[in-house]
């Protein structure tokens, strides 16, 4: 099972921390990979981590103010997101799998097997 947590309302310009944390199983040899969808638009791939390297990926519209870290220790996989827009308003997912060598981008929806619940974001002043 998969939850998510750190949602909520914040400005623009501010920051939020998400964090993906997992029970039954063991997230440090799994990929992890976020996901967002907003009203009325498709889900979108944001970020991903997979492999004990910490290999990451992340989308165009988020690189240089998103993070993804693992936390091995608390069996959790957090992004950190930075100077928000009101474009990032959306339900934010983490998703896992454990077939990292299938992966391409890691920003597939139809790579992951296992979703969390999502948290709300929502970016407004």
């Known amino acids: 099972q998969l939850v998510e947590s750190g949602g909520g309302l914040v400005q623009p310009g501010g920051s939020l921390i998400l964090s993906c944390a997992a029970s039954?199983?063991?997230?440090?040899?799994?990929?992890i990979g976020w996901f967002r969808q907003a009203p009325g638009k498709e889900r979108e791939g944001i970020s991903s981590i997979r492999g004990s390297g910490g290999r990451v990926n992340y989308a165009d519209s988020v690189r240089g103010r998103f993070s993804i870290s693992r936390a091995n220790g608390r069996n959790t996989v957090s992004l950190e997101m930075s100077d928000l827009k009101p474009e990032d308003t959306a339900v934010y997912y983490c998703a896992a799998t454990p077939r990292v060598g299938h992966l391409t981008t890691g920003l597939d929806a139809d790579d992951y097997d296992s979703w969390g619940q999502g948290t709300q974001v929502t970016v407004s002043s």
């Open positions: 039954g199983f063991s997230l440090e040899q799994f990929a």
